[in-house]
């Protein structure tokens, strides 16, 4: 392998590496808007939950889906 041939290998590995960070960015940035948006979701449905600590917060979600699985769960244990 001439030198030219390895410069140009090592350019195409670096562009492979470089295109591979940027789609780890753009996965990044893509799965922290979704959390974002569905924070803002969740705590749409929490009243003034911008006043509860995370604790608070996470406890009302367990509740609220605690007793969802509970109210679908009750028709199928009744005969």
Do not use: C, W
């Not at 753009?26 to 449905?45: P, Q």
């Amino acid at each position: 392998m001439n030198e030219l041939e390895a410069i140009q290998k090592k350019q195409e590995y670096h562009r492979q590496k470089m295109q591979e960070n940027r789609d780890k960015v753009l996965a990044k940035k893509k799965r922290t808007h979704r959390l974002i948006v569905r924070g803002a979701i969740a705590e749409s449905f929490v009243p003034n939950a911008e006043f509860l600590t995370e604790e608070e917060f996470r406890n009302v979600l367990r509740q609220a889906f605690n007793s969802l699985h509970g109210a679908e769960s009750s028709p199928q244990e009744s005969p």
